[in-house]
């Protein structure tokens, strides 16, 4: 859903893009992909490591890229 917003100049407006996320179901896909890669780590440490991940860019205005982000930052982890 969108919607215009005046920001307080004239002729001058905001797209505002409402979006809902799913934390639990962001982890849950990120975990399961990663966990095929790594499949003797542990799927409590990966859905951790993806729960922190995702706090820190919970408070981004765009969410569209939150489970790609997600798992970057996750498998960069992992690497080192």
Known sequence: MENSSSDGEEGRSIAI??????S?????QV???????????????????A????DKISSARVTD???VLT???VRSRLKD
């Open 17 to 22: 893009v409402a979006t809902n996320i799913d």
């Open 24 to 28: 639990k179901e962001i982890v849950k």
């Open 31 to 49: 975990t399961d992909r990663i966990a095929e890669s790594y499949p003797d780590m542990d799927r409590e440490h990966i859905s951790s490591l």
């Open 51 to 54: 729960s922190e991940e995702l």
């Open 65 to 67: 890229y939150f489970t």
């Open 71 to 73: 798992e970057r930052a």
